[in-house]
């Protein structure tokens, strides 16, 4: 699956942005996808994940209340970032796996992850 994020920019503290995840290629809708974010200098981390049927989402808990991970079915996914704060800032990355994987909370694993999207930079500043 080829993955286009899209979305970032500027904000103050307390805006919004909304992120989407455009895929193409193979069966998108048994892939589960997640964003992570990175800081310079610092490992990429994990924000959010939906399962490929859209049942279940998980969050980190820093965004938790805050972030909201979707898809629809155009292949599309999106993370509606809300209440943002600086500590936010960060380049977003969405990623996505079709796989089955050992452990019931791989998700929270860049490195379990075979798709990426190219990152969109986050600025959460006044």
């Known amino acids: 699956v080829q993955l286009q994020a899209s979305g970032g920019g500027s904000v103050q503290p307390g805006g919004s942005l909304r992120l989407s995840c455009a895929a193409s290629?193979?069966?998108?809708?048994?892939?589960?996808m997640g964003w992570f974010r990175q800081v310079q200098g610092k490992e990429r981390e994990f924000v959010a994940f939906i399962r490929g049927d859209g049942s279940r989402t998980y969050y980190e808990d820093s965004v938790k209340g805050r972030f909201t991970i979707s898809r629809d079915n155009a292949n599309t996914v999106y993370l509606q970032m809300s209440s943002l704060k600086r500590e936010d800032t960060a380049v977003y990355y969405c990623a996505g796996d079709g796989r089955t994987h050992r452990f019931s909370t791989w998700y929270r694993k860049s490195e379990e992850f075979e798709d990426w999207g190219q990152g969109t930079l986050v600025t959460v500043s006044s």
């Open positions: 290629g193979r069966s998108f809708s048994v892939y589960g």
